[in-house]
T-cell receptor, first 113, second 115 residues
């Protein structure tokens, strides 16, 4: 069964720190990778997508992808209390790169003021 | 540019009743996906459409579930003879096909409670 694993939480960091969220996936043919943020009671909100090995930066967020190690991560710099949410890693496990997403269970981040 | 919309936002029903949910995707998106999310879990894929064609359906999906997208625009998800285990958030997402990116954008969801 194709799986996406996220390290167990919750994760708590002080305001201004770097939060590091990790994710591994089982299917080597996976081509597209996403991070979603989900506030309690709300739907997932796309915050980052990454398709190639290396780093991709967008504001305070950096996604890192290593296909050889089947590993994708999200770094949040200068963490703010408003970043407190559940972060979902999602992988498109299809050679065509554009179909259903397989999600991890998510990790809950708490940023302490 | 309006986002994905879903209706209703909340539905409470009694076991054994049928329910139908609607999803309107982002207007230029030709792919539409249905997911289900229970507490403490990530969304789980149910089915997806490209235009009006249903391209994939989860093997976990009971035959009590059916989805349509008759004109390639909005979609409906029907659950017949609801069970308490159907209680969940039902999420719709949309994306474009054939482009260089494959990002799926979610609607607000429909929260179903089966009593």
């Amino acid at each position: 069964q194709k799986e996406v694993e996220q390290n167990s939480g919750p994760l708590s960091v002080p305001e201004g720190a770097i939060a590091s969220l990790n994710c591994t996936y089982s299917d080597r043919v996976s081509q597209s990778f996403f991070w979603y943020r989900q506030y309690s009671g709300k739907s997932p909100e796309l915050i980052m997508s990454i398709y190639s090995n290396g780093d991709k930066e967008d504001g305070r967020f950096t996604a890192q992808l290593n296909k050889a190690s089947q590993y994708v991560s999200l770094l949040i710099r200068d963490s703010q209390p408003s970043d407190s949410a559940t972060y979902l890693c999602a992988v498109n496990m299809a050679a065509g790169a554009n179909s259903k997403l397989t999600f991890g269970k998510g990790i809950t981040l708490s940023v302490r003021p | 540019d309006t986002g994905v919309s879903q209706d209703p936002r909340h539905k409470i029903t009694k076991r054994g009743q049928n329910v139908t949910f609607r999803c309107d995707p982002i207007s230029e998106h030709n792919r539409l996906y249905w997911y289900r999310q229970t507490l403490g879990q990530g969304p789980e894929f149910l089915t997806y459409f490209q235009n009006e064609a249903q391209l994939e359906k989860s093997r976990l999906l009971s035959d009590r579930f059916s989805a349509e997208r008759p004109k390639g625009s909005f979609s409906t998800l029907e659950i017949q003879r609801t069970e308490q285990g159907d209680s969940a958030m039902y999420l719709c997402a949309s994306s474009v096909s054939g482009g260089l990116t494959y990002e799926q954008y979610f609607g607000p969801g429909t929260r179903l409670t089966v009593t």
